[in-house]
């Protein structure tokens, strides 16, 4: 994975900016025992591949890129899916920096018999743009902000990056 400074990212002037509704995305897959624990509730580590899978899709989709993980933020299991059940999941681009972006995934539990549908996981992850050739960082499109909501996650972004940023160099200085 790249780690080299040598080649700062390129600015990301003359990128022309791309509404979130570009990064939406979604994917579903059916609950089977394969991937449940004893009491026949969807893994927690599965969900969180899954999450990552849909959050990767919805920055490359922003960036054009390859992207990488870069770290999970947040996430909340507040419902369980049982075994038979369809798991969705919806992400998109939160917020852009500047080789980075914070991706939010909903995943929702949908019953097949019923098509009951409840929120079942939140995650926020971030994720780095990778220029094909150097392999480094590379600048990602602005974002172009339209509904209350979409300014509301934004705002939100930009106190968990503060946040985020704060307790890596505390720990870096811890480190020193
Ligand atoms: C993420 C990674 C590309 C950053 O590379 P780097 O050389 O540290 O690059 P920089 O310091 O220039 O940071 C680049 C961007 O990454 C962000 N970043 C770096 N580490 C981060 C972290 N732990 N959490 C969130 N963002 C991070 C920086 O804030 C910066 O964002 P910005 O340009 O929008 O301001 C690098 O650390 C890496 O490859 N990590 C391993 C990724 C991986 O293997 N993921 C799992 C498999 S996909």
């Given at each position: 994975m790249?780690n080299?400074k ?63 993980t870069a770290s999970v933020d947040y ?25 980075s ?23 926020y992850?971030t994720?780095v ?30 106190v968990r990056r503060k946040t985020r940023l704060a307790l890596r160099y505390r720990k870096r200085r811890e480190k020193d």
């Open positions: 790249p080299s040598k080649n700062p990212p390129p600015s990301d002037r003359g990128l022309k900016p791309k509404p979130i509704s570009a990064s939406r995305s979604e994917m579903a897959e059916v609950v089977l025992p394969a991937i449940t624990n004893p009491l026949g509730k969807l893994l927690g580590g599965h969900v969180m591949h899954l999450v990552d899978i849909a959050a990767a899709m919805a920055a490359s989709r922003h960036s054009n890129s390859y992207v990488v996430i909340d299991f507040r419902n369980p899916i049982s075994i038979g059940e369809f798991v969705i999941l919806k992400s998109q681009v939160n917020r852009v920096f500047h080789t972006m914070e991706i939010g995934v909903k995943v929702f539990s949908e019953n097949a018999l019923t098509g009951e549908r409840k929120h079942t996981t939140t995650a992850v994720f743009a990778i220029d094909a050739v150097t392999k480094r960082p590379k600048a990602v499109a602005p974002l172009i902000l339209k509904t209350a909501e979409e300014k509301r996650r934004w705002r939100e972004a930009g």
